[in-house]
């Protein structure tokens, strides 16, 4: 059964590579049900049935669909054609594809869905450090803030499960307990949408006078809560909610009571170029205490009259690495430094490589290089995206010592010796590819060959654990 699944996922994955399918798109179109790849990845059985409708499927191109490269064959532990195949030596482990998929990428032609894979992203969360180093990070950068009225601004250019965003607030309120707070978070992903929620009770409790705001704009839209399409903007749903009572309990179940309104309207569709997600529609969610409507009065955010000034703007991984350094700056970070107010400051925090994280993937892909822009080159072409802008903000990569930090994968002192567990070698590995973005294909063809656990056990032996680096950087616009 395991070995059928298998060939199964190999075969998809090579059909998805040949026509430009993103996995979701192709469970679709083969069954219905754009999770299925998934979920036959992750151990799920087939039915003969559904085994015989894929494989009709796979005989034949998708609808109104043409190949768009080569078909790669040969992937079980075997060379790409043109390649030689690599010799395991001890700790590492023969490379199963020779370097990054340059062309998948360069065309944008791939079924690459990195930050949909909830299993990579939840255990990678769940066993790393990242969310909470990160966190203190952009406490930091509190200290450095000056608001004005009629609120603290905030805005998250990447929500996520919300734990950065929590934990950010906890300190916004240690610091700034009296004053009004005006959070905007920006995430396409629902199910990321409905984890926050679900931890924004406690927060509404200590602090009472806070608005938050949840959107799936783009980035050159969520800043400012408006789509630049006429079209968009007509169908966009604006929903204000005023949670009544005082307690977390009471805020708890208005809050979930909102998971209709969400299911309906948080929909997603995938690009037809890259397959990443797309909104279907706009949605704007506006969410504060009731009994503090009048005092939030000129910080509840109206439609259509939105303003971009915030005092603070995280960017914690907001774009995938492999994309060229001048679209991370022209579609990500320009339109959030243009949303700085005066005073504002421009966060931004990506992952640096250069530890044991890379070391281990390099093992398996020797030429993978996944970290190409670092920051002195995104604020180089940042600089060239905003212009005559550039001149009133102030452009700070500062050294090593202050811009890269370090994060760690959870272990027990003792579970690192002479024999690891095998869900401990499994978390490492998963925390090593999820960082560096490996795409999917390429982990189906390592997953077949099974040398890559011992490429983690070398590598957790060697350095006594698991760690990561990451690399800050600051934008800020100068005070009035």
Known sequence: MVSESADLLGQIA???????????????????DGKFVSRLRDGGRVRHKTALRVQAFLSSPPPQSTPQSTPVRGLAGGALPGQQAGTAVAGTV?????????????????????YDNRQKYLLFVNTCSEKSVIARRVGLELANLHPRPPAVRLFDAGVGDGTVLTRVMREMHRRFATLPFYIV?????????????????????????????????????????????????????????????????????????????????????ASPTTGNPLYERPVVLVIYRDDYRFLLNDTIPRRGAVRADYDLVMASQPYRLRVPTEFKAERVL?????????????????SHGGDPGLELVQSVWPEENPFQSDRHALLKALK???????RNLNFNSYSDARSVFRYDMHTLPTEIGNSIG?????????????VAQIEDQRLNDALRDGRYLEATRAVLQRHGGLWFQDESYVVSRARD
């Not at 490379?95 to 990428?105: D, F, L, Q, R, T």
């Open 14 to 32: 090579q059909y998805c590579r040949e026509y430009g399918l993103a996995e979701s798109t192709f469970g679709r179109l083969a069954v219905n």
């Open 94 to 114: 023969a490379p199963v594809a020779h370097g990054p998929s340059a062309s998948a990428e360069a065309d944008g032609k791939t079924n690459f869905r990195f």
């Open 185 to 269: 978070g920006k995430e396409i992903s629902l199910e990321d949408v409905r984890i926050t929620l679900d931890k924004m009770p406690d927060r509404f409790f200590e602090h009472p006078a806070s608005v938050l705001v949840l959107t799936n704009l783009f980035y050159s839209e969520a800043p400012w809560l408006l789509p630049k399409s006429i079209t968009a903007a007509s169908s966009m749903v604006w929903n204000e909610v005023a949670l009544r009572g005082t307690t977390a309990h009471e805020f708890e179940q208005q809050i979930a009571e909102l998971d209709p309104f969400l299911a309906e309207n948080w929909t997603v569709k």
């Open 334 to 350: 320009a339109p959030l430094a243009r949303s700085l107010g005066p005073g504002g400051r421009l966060l931004g925090i990506h």
């Open 384 to 390: 060239g995206s905003l212009g005559t802008a550039a």
């Open 422 to 434: 095998t869900s401990t070698l499994f978390a490492a590995w998963n925390a090593a590819v999820y």
